[in-house]
C-alpha cells in the first residue's frame, strides 16, 4: 500500500534540484499519510490471532520509553535497545511488527534542548576560547582544549534531537540495503510461459487498478478537498 510513495521518494532524491521543492514536499506528506493508512490496515486484518503475554510486555517497554521520554532522557542506545525489545515482544504477540516501529517513534523526543541561537552564541564563544590555546607545539590537546571539545560536542548534543540523530544514522542502512532487498523480497514476479495470463488474472488487474487508477483518484480527490475547505492551507 504504501511501497510505491517509499520508491517514489528514492527517485525523486536521485532527479536533485531538477524536481520542485513543493513536489519533495507534497509527497513526503503523502508518504507519511500513505504509511499510517498502511499500518492500520495491517493492524486490522494482518492480526490473527493474539499472545496478550508478549504484547504485555511489549506494552510494559512502551511505558518505560514514555516514561523516559517525560523525564528527558534523550540517549537515543535507550530509545534503541527498548525500541527493539517491543519490536521483538509485538513480532511474538502475533500483531504486526510494524505497529511496534510506529509506536516507539512517537516516543522518541523530537525537540532539542537549546535552539539555533543559543548554540551559534555558545559555539562562537567556545571557538575563541580554542583559538586561544592555538598553537600549543604538541601532538597532544592541551587541558583546556580537551575541555573545550567536550563542551562543543555536548552543546552540540543539546543541539539535536534524538529523532533525527537515529533517522540519520538509519538512513544509509535503510536506503541501500533494507529498501532494495524489500523490492527484491517481495515483489514476488515470476516471468514464464504463462506470464502473460498471469496479467490478465482478475488479482493483477485489480492491484493495477487500485493503484493506477484508484491511488490517482484519491489523491487528487482528497488534495482538492483539503485546499476547497481551507484545511490545507
Not at 512517537?106 to 543559543?118: H, L, N
Not at 564563544?125 to 560536542?153: D, G, M, R
Not at 485489480?206 to 480527490?221: R, S
Request: hydrophobic share 55%; net charge neutral; no cysteine.
Amino acid at each position: 500500500m504504501a511501497t510505491d510513495i517509499a520508491f517514489a521518494l528514492a527517485l525523486l532524491s536521485m532527479a536533485g534540484k531538477h524536481i520542485p521543492s513543493s513536489v519533495k514536499v507534497f509527497l513526503s506528506a503523502l508518504a507519511v499519510a500513505d504509511d499510517l493508512g498502511a499500518v492500520l490496515v495491517i493492524a486490522f486484518f494482518y492480526t490473527l490471532e493474539v499472545n496478550f503475554t508478549a504484547l504485555g510486555v511489549a506494552g510494559i517497554f512502551l511505558a518505560v520509553l514514555v516514561a523516559g521520554n517525560r523525564l528527558g532522557v534523550r540517549s537515543s542506545i535507550f530509545y534503541l535497545v527498548i525500541g527493539i525489545s517491543i519490536w521483538i515482544g509485538f513480532l511474538l504477540s502475533g500483531v504486526h511488527a510494524t505497529i511496534a516501529g510506529v509506536l516507539v517513534a512517537f516516543t522518541i523526543p523530537a525537540v532539542t534542548k537549546i535552539d539555533e541561537v543559543v548554540y551559534s552564541d555558545n559555539l562562537k564563544k567556545l571557538t575563541h576560547e580554542f583559538e586561544k590555546e592555538i598553537p600549543n607545539n604538541s601532538t597532544l590537546t592541551t587541558p583546556q582544549e580537551h575541555k573545550t571539545i567536550q563542551h562543543v560536542k555536548n552543546l552540540s548534543l543539546a543541539a539535536e534531537t534524538p529523532l533525527q540523530k537515529i533517522e540519520h544514522a538509519l538512513h544509509p542502512w535503510v536506503a541501500f540495503g533494507v529498501m532494495p532487498l524489500f523490492a527484491l523480497a517481495n515483489s514476488g514476479i515470476v516471468i514464464g510461459a504463462d506470464f502473460l495470463t498471469s496479467v490478465i488474472n482478475p488479482v493483477s488487474i485489480g492491484v493495477a487498478a487500485g493503484l493506477i487508477i484508484g491511488k490517482f483518484t484519491g489523491i487528487l480527490f482528497f488534495t482538492w478537498l483539503m485546499v476547497k475547505t481551507g484545511m490545507g492551507a
